[in-house]
């Protein structure tokens, strides 16, 4: 599967990004998605998941009430709304497809099998 993120920028705190990744192929609705970060000097850290039929949606802590993934299977399509932007938010966020054994709960970067090449988010205090 091959995603192709956009919608990054240069943003104020507590403003708003929405992020999309549009899917070449006709299984990644077969496929828990997710989005993941890296800020610099940092390691790749899970952001949100959902699972294939849009349900077991999970966040990391520090995003839980200001970002939203939701997913399009006819579109195939990910998003992720962000608002309430922090600093540090500022990190490349990466689309992923296909998370093996996801089931709604924090997830490994290094279990992901199909990674987009990313869009940087900066957010400005």
């Known amino acids: 599967v091959q995603m192709v993120e956009s919608g990054g920028g240069l943003v104020q705190a507590v403003g708003s990004l929405r992020l999309s990744c549009a899917a070449s192929s006709r299984t990644s609705r077969d496929y828990a998605m997710g989005w993941f970060r890296q800020a610099p000097g940092k390691e790749r850290e899970f952001v949100a998941g959902i699972g294939w039929d849009g349900a077991y949606i999970y966040y990391t802590n520090s995003v839980k009430g200001r970002f939203t993934i939701s997913r399009d299977n006819v579109k195939k399509t990910l998003d992720l709304q962000m608002k309430s932007l922090k600093p540090e938010d500022t990190a490349v966020y990466y689309c992923?497809?296909?998370?093996?054994?996801?089931?709604?709960?924090?997830?490994?970067?290094?279990?992901?099998?199909?990674w987009g090449k990313g869009t940087q988010v900066t957010v400005s205090s």
């Open positions: 992923a497809a296909d998370l093996p054994g996801y089931s709604g709960s924090d997830y490994s970067p290094n279990r992901v099998r199909s």
